[in-house]
């Protein structure tokens, strides 16, 4: 009789207890996606559950007020040819301006050079030399390289940071840049132009259904990431495989095109169950991208051009213009006019701190 009435029907405390444990976990659920946009998925093609896409998020307030700094190691893969020596020369001037500034938390710098020689920047720019891939295995696409250098270079480097930021020639900190990752999560900056979703049949080739749906891949690059060495270091030899098999399959190498080595760091990075903060105020890109406001770096891949009334005349030559493009052969020359009125911020800004940086580079015009 007893056994009958305990369990038909749970006492009072029971039921009270009962819902306190389904309001915190709820309550704990809900931060976390709030906080962080997804719960973590592990490692392993068994861990890949995600409660939701990653959010574009501004800066966290506990990233803001955090007390003890996380310093990050600046890394950057790099060529011998002038048209790469004049950029990372300009960013490694800007990252020394911007190091000891209040919300920094920049460490070490080091300009992984894949050409497998010494250069003349030995001396200006920390630098290690790592081998490039053998002849012939980058078809061209010297990109290609940039993973196999990170292997190298976390096999033989004494890094003391426990985070590194990947970064490119062509970025100029603009602000002071803290360490973006969060409770173990990496940061990267979204590309409007990786996108796993729509590319399904192709990654399978890659990233297998064991390891979840293909939302799980990032719509990132491996530059600009924040991200802790040790992840790093697991990652990189699979991005690497997973970049030369890429390139090795027609049909991806001509879907992925340029950016199949994007897309090889982002597929790396799921099959090992790393999910990235997904941060748009990390990278602003002139012309598109108009104002500076609180973003920290310029990435000045895309040209430049205006015509004199200050309107964008992307695709054609315009009457001013600044464009990487134009320099393959050696550095513009200091003092690039400003553009006209009425070209936006970002522009302006950018041909500045290009000025400033090529002003106070000894030996500019020999690089």
């Known amino acids: 009789m007893i056994g009958r009435k305990n369990t038909g029907q749970a006492s009072p405390l029971f039921l009270i207890l009962l819902a306190l444990a ?5 309550y704990n659920l809900v931060i976390a996606i709030i906080r962080y946009g997804s719960v973590g998925r592990g490692v392993g093609p068994n861990s890949y559950n995600r409660l939701s896409i990653d959010p574009v998020i501004e800066m966290p307030e506990n990233v803001k007020k955090q007390e003890t700094k996380l310093p990050y190691h ?22 020394k301006k911007m190091k000891h500034l209040p919300d920094s938390e920049m460490g070490g710098f080091t300009r992984v050079l894949h050409s497998g020689k010494p250069d003349n920047l030995m001396d200006e720019i920390p630098t290690m030399v790592v081998d490039p ?44 840049l803290p360490n973006l990752s969060n409770e173990g999560y990496p940061a990267a900056f979204p590309f409007f132009y ?24 990032d719509p990132i690059g491996n530059s600009p990431v924040i991200i802790r060495k040790d992840l790093l270091e697991k990652i990189a030899p699979t991005w690497m495989n997973v970049s030369l098999k890429m390139k090795e ?3 991806a190498d001509k879907v992925f095109g340029w950016v199949l080595e994007m897309y090889a760091y982002a597929v790396a990075s799921a099959l090992h169950g790393v999910q990235h903060v997904l ?79 090529t002003a106070n580079i000894p030996n500019w015009d020999t690089t």
């Not at 389904?22 to 709820?26: K, Q």
């Not at 040819?81 to 800007?94: G, V």
């Not at 990786?194 to 891949?217: A, M, S, W």
């Open 194 to 217: 990786i996108k796993p979703d729509q590319n399904e049949k192709v990654l399978r080739k890659f990233f297998p259904e064991e390891y979840g749906p293909v939302t799980n891949i």
């Open 249 to 251: 399959d027609p049909e």
């Open 133 to 176: 891939l053998p002849d012939g295995v980058d078809r061209g696409y010297i990109v290609l390289n940039r993973p196999w250098a990170f292997v190298q270079w976390l096999e033989k480097a004494t890094i003391e940071e426990e985070y590194i930021l990947m970064a490119e020639p062509d970025h100029i900190f603009v602000n002071p």
């Open 74 to 95: 600046v890394a950057l893969t790099a060529t011998d040819a002038p048209y790469s020596q004049w950029q990372c020369r300009i960013m490694y001037y800007w990252y």
């Open 279 to 357: 941060r748009k105020d990390f990278m602003l890109q002139p012309p598109w991208d108009l104002e500076i406001g609180k973003k920290f770096i310029i990435h000045y891949t895309y040209g430049c051009d205006y015509n004199l009334k200050g309107e964008l005349t992307y695709g054609k030559i315009g009457e001013w213009r600044f464009d990487k493009r134009s320099h393959l052969r050696g550095p513009p020359p200091r003092n690039i006019s400003l553009p006209p009125p009425g070209v936006p911020e970002s522009v302006v800004t950018l041909v500045k701190m290009v000025n400033e940086a």
């Open 22 to 26: 389904f309001f915190f976990v709820t």
